[in-house]
């Protein structure tokens, strides 16, 4: 878990890049609606969870930036006895405390109140700057964004300028602490487990959901019911060409490749992998060519990984590469021709969101950055051929060291002997 004091050390970090005086606003969202009175699961805002460690709806965090003199306040619901008998329980301002390392806990009716003495009666200085997480969809009520939140503020503070503090928090996010590369690494351990288990128990004639079903059963006996990083892909013969394969109810057919892109959570950090094996436990010769070309770019990649290397760097490297091998093969006839094999990144970064973003959703940026000691990015080079009935993609996790990187999903087979000996042995 991580310490109230990393969670101060974050708070701190990020009041020294907020221009001063100024205040700061993140909401931990609200329950979204799926269908007539159901509601999705509940996601914190993952902003708000890495400067707090408080996972619940309805929260937010207000930090004053006064001269360079940090206040903080945390605001979260009130107990509801009728509530918690409906709903279950919520933190006590003690609990919450405990957790963020924020003593100054106040419930989030008086938010309102308290950013409006903030912002009007000048209690903290002359402040004329407010940040708030303008992530899409950032739901703070039933029917308010907080866009919509900005446009209010804009309207009712006519002297106050509004800034997206989403670019800020992500940027903090980038380099990974030494405990959160432990949160990545007990997730990837979770992951190898699941994974393990379903190679043991697949075989021809299973359907691609009961392989699933057995890695979600197994990460969640061990994880404490964290859930995965993402929806599972579980994706047999031609389906593994479709990237995000989403209905995984085809067979597990013998002669075919199985491939899955899975990962467990440990505290809302994400493990990403992706293995592809064959169903009967043996590669054709045509799938092991194919195969050993992917692997090739997976190597390349981890060899390339270092300070100062982009994503886009390693993303041209491995369509050259790729198209390289395929025109030798003579699965192509032209480098060009590589666009209808392979058409995605070889890489992402990886942290509190499985694409773990930076300045911007979509995650455009991230691409051009440097990479730096303390990033973590993913390694999945791939090539998907439905003409030919396979898709294959290797993926790793990445730790970004201060003179190359580490694999951190290491322990997790992929080669091709070694995926063949533990498929001998179900």
């Known amino acids: 878990m991580i310490s109230p004091n990393e969670y101060s050390e974050r708070r701190q970090m990020l009041l020294n890049l907020m221009e001063s005086p100024s205040v700061l606003l993140i909401h931990s969202g609200v329950e979204k609606v799926s269908s007539a009175d159901e509601n999705f699961p509940f996601e914190v805002n993952r902003n708000f969870y890495y400067l707090t460690g408080i996972d619940q709806s309805d929260s937010a965090l207000l930090i004053v930036n006064s001269d360079g003199e940090m206040k903080e306040f945390l605001f979260i619901s009130p107990f509801?006895?009728?509530?918690?008998?409906?709903?279950?329980?919520?933190?006590?301002?003690?609990?919450?405390?405990?957790?963020?390392?924020?003593?100054?806990?106040?419930?989030?009716?008086?938010?309102?109140?308290?950013?409006?003495?903030?912002?009007?009666?000048?209690?903290?200085?002359?402040?004329?700057?407010?940040?708030?997480d303008l992530d899409r969809e950032l739901k703070i009520a039933d029917e308010t964004t907080t866009r919509d939140f900005k446009r209010n503020i804009e309207t009712t503070y006519s002297d106050v300028v509004v800034n997206d503090a989403y670019g800020l928090v992500t940027t903090l996010r980038l380099r990974k602490s030494a405990r959160e590369v432990a949160e990545l690494r007990e997730a990837i351990k979770t992951t190898r487990l699941g994974i393990y288990s379903f190679w043991a128990k697949m075989r021809p004639g299973m359907k691609e959901y009961e392989a699933a079903d057995i890695f979600h059963h197994v990460i969640n006996d061990n994880n404490g019911y964290q859930g995965t990083s993402f929806n599972t892909i579980m994706a047999c013969g031609k389906n593994a060409a479709i990237l995000h394969y989403p209905n995984p109810q085809g067979t597990l057919n013998d002669g075919e490749l199985l491939l899955s892109d899975l990962g467990a959570r440990c505290n809302y950090y994400c493990a990403d992998i992706t293995r592809t094996v064959p169903v009967n436990g043996k590669f054709t010769d045509f799938q092991k060519n194919v195969y050993e070309i992917v692997l090739g770019a997976n190597k390349m990649v981890a060899m390339m990984a270092k300070p100062g290397v982009t994503i886009e760097e390693l993303q041209r490297a491995t369509v050259e590469y790729l198209a390289s091998e395929c025109l030798r093969y003579g699965y192509i006839e032209k480098k060009e021709d590589i666009t209808k094999y392979y058409f995605h990144g070889v890489s992402h970064l990886i942290g509190l969101d499985t694409?773990?973003?930076?300045?911007?959703?979509?995650?455009?940026?991230?691409?051009?950055?440097?990479?730096e000691p303390g990033m973590i990015i993913s390694d999945e080079p791939g090539l998907y051929m439905a003409d030919r009935g396979i898709g294959i993609r290797i993926e790793d996790d990445l730790l970004i060291t201060k003179d190359g990187c580490e694999v951190l999903s290491k322990d997790i087979v992929k080669e091709v002997k070694d995926i063949e000996a533990i498929l001998a042995n179900r």
Request: glycine share 6%; charged share 35%.
């Open 355 to 371: 694409h773990d973003p930076y300045l911007n959703p979509l995650g455009r940026e991230s691409k051009t950055i440097k990479l």
């Open 80 to 132: 509801d006895e009728r509530k918690e008998k409906w709903y279950g329980k919520r933190l006590k301002p003690e609990e919450a405390s405990s957790i963020s390392g924020i003593s100054n806990i106040m419930t989030n009716s008086s938010l309102e109140a308290k950013l409006d003495m903030i912002l009007r009666e000048d209690s903290y200085g002359e402040i004329r700057r407010l940040y708030l």
